[in-house]
């Protein structure tokens, strides 16, 4: 264990909290985003994709077609992209159509995003860099590992720095499809253009389809260069959608 993969690893831990939480109070400040639709997503995130998601993968992968999906990774990255896409966007429409019903202002969708974003970013990454660290501290200091955490530490030892840094770059991607099928479920929710909804559930699913099949064949760089150029052409279309929302809510107070 090195000081600059401990290092490696602090970093990656200290930005998914600051990015989400920094980035919120931007939007707080200067663009009149509610925390209240921050908090939302970070619930939401938790629920669906990790309490009720599961439930359907427990029922699909005992079953003997699970068996077959799992020996062929493209179709295993293509259920589990289309699982995970049904389940959190159809959380994201739920909370935009109850929960955050009276909110109107298109700054809402970025702020669930970020909020939803952010979760994942800290019980997937945040949360296995604190034990990362933990571990790290003491292979570093020399202390006895214990038996059940050598696998692990065998593990962490052997992983070079650059993948540490390269799971800063996963969630940049991630929190950015994350902020951008916000909008997208947020404007099929206002203005009826149900089609987003369906849009966002396959902009997710080919997200996660891409990194799961990509990472079979690619480096961790290739990989990580896809999912970015992905994430980056569904932030482009959101875009679009986004200033279409702040047009009308600006047309909507002029009368």
């Not at 109070?25 to 009149?32: D, E, P």
């Not at 629920?47 to 427990?58: D, G, I, N, T």
């Not at 760089?221 to 959608?241: M, P, R």
Request: aromatic share 10%.
């Amino acid at each position: 264990m090195t000081v600059g993969k401990m290092i490696a690893m602090a970093l990656a831990l200290l930005f998914t909290a600051a990015a989400p939480l920094g980035l919120m109070a931007y939007l707080y400040k200067k663009h009149g985003g509610r925390w209240v639709s921050f908090l939302i997503g970070a619930v939401f995130f938790p629920v669906f994709a990790m309490m009720l998601e599961p439930l359907l993968h427990v029922a699909v992968l005992r079953s003997p077609l699970g068996v077959v999906m799992q020996e062929n990774i493209w179709i295993y990255g293509l259920y589990g992209g289309l699982a995970a896409g049904l389940f959190e966007e159809t959380g994201r429409l739920l909370a935009f159509r109850m929960v955050l019903r009276n909110e109107e202002a298109p700054v809402t969708a970025l702020s669930y995003g970020l909020g939803h974003g952010g979760m994942e970013a800290l019980l997937l990454v945040g949360m296995t860099m604190v034990n990362n660290l933990l571990l790290g501290l003491l292979l570093l200091h020399g202390a006895e590992i214990p038996p059940e955490l050598t696998a692990a530490a065998d593990t962490l030892a052997a992983t070079p720095v650059v993948m540490f840094l390269w799971s800063i770059l996963e969630r940049v991607s991630a929190m950015t499809v994350h902020v951008a099928n916000s909008v997208l479920v947020f404007a099929a929710a206002r203005t009826g253009k149900w089609i987003l909804f369906p849009v966002a559930i396959l902009l997710h699913a080919g997200l996660n389809f891409v990194a799961v099949v990509s990472a079979f064949y690619l480096s961790t760089a290739a990989v990580e260069g896809l999912v970015l150029v992905f994430a980056l052409l569904t932030a482009f279309l959101a875009g679009k959608v986004y200033r279409d929302l702040v047009l009308q809510a600006d047309l909507r107070e002029e009368l």
